[in-house]
Every structure is written in structure tokens, then in C-alpha cells.
């Protein structure tokens, strides 16, 4: 049994823990927050026997095997070289952190301690991510000739809220970008080549409008990303011979196939609860086998998204 504590008392933990609840081998044996208070009413709500005000009393914890890390942006690359250093394994959510200086650094350092670190890439294992690639690798819409991606939402515009302060590591980029940017890579199978961006930046300092023109191996792909307006968050895979359509992209278990007319002709329905679960299980598979690292989420995937982070958001 693999025991998971969780740094972070809030909404993307506790959706983590009923996601462990659901997963064979693992089970939520601790939690910390910087306020014990809080991570006392966690521990209560979700049934973990023990809760922390700190997490490096939590990190002292021997029976805790694996951190999942569900805090701030801007706390991740410091709580992932604790929880290295105090020989845990790491799951770390997205963008697990800022800078590809900052990704190389966590993945050499899990690797010279021979622990496991994966960005909690959760789209990237859903079941109809896996039919998504599985028609492309069929041909069922023969040679990709194009794809599309939106996100957004209408974010309340709080410099006090995680979303619009930059000292919590807010931004329409590390929220929300990282979906497209894994998802298109992943589901066609090719490499983001080339890009260009265009930011709207905000009065507090976030980048709260991205739009990247994408060359992934010759294939053009537009990704809009936002906080400003509601989106359909859909991505679209233009084919020779018909068109991928998944809605909700980032979370759902839906995805279509249409024909060149734009009739649907097959669709992959697999609603899930607890989403989280599927990479909770890899997470354990790999454990379990005795790798650092997983090919589905795997450190070139953070690399690759941190390197775009330095060249569209230093400015």
C-alpha cells in the first residue's frame, strides 16, 4: 500500500483525495497545511487519521511514502526539493513549477535520490484520451492537417486570489495553458517545433490572455487561452479523412469522431467521477515497478511546457 500525504487543504486536494479513495494500492494517510486549524477540518471531512500545521512535521512522518502536492504555483519548487530531501516521493500539481531551470533541477535531483517525480498531468490519462490517440494511430481521420484548442473562464479579478496575484504564482498560462500545450502534444503524437504568442497582460502583473500560434512537426494548431471570457474549452484535430472532436478537454470522459461533413460517426463515453484516479494508478504502477519517472507524464512533458513559460512570460 502506497501512503499518500497531501500538502495543501484545498479544492484540487480534496478532489485528489476522493480520486485515492477510488485507487487500488494507494490511501491518504496524512495531510499539512500552514495552519493546523485548516488541516484539521481537511483531515476530518476526508477521513485521514493525521493532520500537520507544518509540512515538514509532516515530512518527518515515516509512515508517509509519497507527497502529492497540492498547493500554490508558487510554493511547488520549494516543497518538492522538501519532500525530496526528506526521501518522499513527489506528485506535484500543474504547472508543477515556473521555470525549466526550476523543472531540470527537481527531476535531476528526484533521480540522484532515486525517488519518483511526476507533474500531475491528470487530462493526460483519462480513457478518452487514450481512444483519442488510438483513432489517430489508426487513421481514422488519416494525416493531421490542423487543431485547435480554447480554455477559459471569467476569473473574478482579485489580486488576493491565486488566479490574479503573481506572487502566488497566478496566470492564464500556468492554469490553464499547460492543458493545450500537453494535450495537443500528446494526443497527435508530434512536437511543438515553433510558436509565437500573443499576451494580454492584467493591471496586477498575470498574463490573463494567451493566444499561441503552435508548429508542432509542420502542424499548424492554435491554442486560445483565457480568465476573460467563457470558452468552450474543446479541441478540435483536423484530418485528411475527418475531424477529432473532445469536448471539455481537459476533464470529462467524452470525445467524437465526425466524418468530413462534420457528422458524428462514433463516440468514445466513459463519464468518471473521480478523473484523478487514472493517474493516481500510474502513479502506483510506477512505484511499484521501480521507475522515477512516468512516459505518460513524463519530465520532457514539463520541460517542454517551463521552456514556453520562460519565453512568453519573461518579458
Known amino acids: 500500500m502506497l501512503n499518500f500525504g497531501i500538502m495543501g487543504a484545498g479544492g484540487i486536494s480534496r478532489a485528489f483525495c476522493g480520486a485515492l479513495r477510488e485507487t487500488d494500492g494507494a490511501q491518504t494517510v496524512a495531510v499539512a497545511a500552514q495552519d493546523l486549524k485548516r488541516a484539521e477540518k481537511f483531515a476530518k471531512e476526508q477521513g485521514i487519521p493525521k493532520a500537520y500545521g507544518s509540512y515538514a512535521q509532516m515530512l518527518a512522518d515515516k509512515s508517509v511514502d509519497i507527497v502529492y502536492i497540492g498547493n500554490t504555483t508558487n510554493l511547488h519548487y520549494e516543497c518538492i526539493k522538501m519532500c525530496l530531501a526528506a526521501g518522499k516521493h ?175 460517426i462514433d463516440r468514445f463515453s466513459q463519464p468518471e467521477k473521480y478523473g484523478m484516479k487514472f493517474e493516481a494508478a500510474e502513479v502506483v504502477r510506477c512505484i511499484e515497478d521501480g521507475k522515477l519517472t512516468s512516459a505518460v507524464a513524463s519530465p520532457e512533458m514539463t520541460v517542454a511546457a517551463c521552456r514556453m513559460y520562460d519565453k512568453i512570460l519573461r518579458v
Open 90 to 264: 513527489v506528485l506535484c500539481e500543474k504547472a508543477m513549477v515556473e521555470t525549466e531551470e526550476r523543472a531540470l533541477e527537481c527531476f535531476d535531483l528526484a533521480a540522484k535520490r532515486g525517488l519518483f517525480l511526476m507533474e500531475a498531468m491528470w487530462s493526460r490519462f483519462l480513457p478518452k484520451s487514450l481512444k483519442v490517440r488510438e483513432w489517430i494511430k489508426k487513421g481514422r481521420i488519416g494525416e493531421i492537417v490542423a487543431m485547435q484548442a480554447t480554455i477559459g473562464n471569467n476569473i473574478e479579478k482579485d489580486p488576493g486570489n491565486r488566479f490574479y496575484s503573481p506572487d502566488l504564482g497566478g496566470g492564464a498560462m500556468y492554469d490553464l495553458g499547460v492543458y493545450p500545450i500537453d494535450l495537443l502534444t500528446w494526443y497527435s503524437g508530434l512536437t511543438i517545433t515553433s510558436y509565437t504568442a500573443k499576451v494580454i497582460w492584467s493591471s496586477t502583473g498575470i498574463d490573463e490572455t494567451v493566444s499561441l500560434n503552435l508548429d508542432l512537426e509542420g502542424v499548424p494548431a492554435n491554442a486560445m487561452i483565457t480568465f476573460n471570457a467563457p470558452m468552450p474549452e474543446d479541441i478540435y484535430i483536423y484530418g485528411e479523412k475527418g475531424v477529432i472532436r473532445v469536448p471539455r478537454a481537459h476533464w470529462g470522459g467524452d470525445a467524437m469522431l465526425l466524418d468530413p461533413s462534420m457528422k458524428e
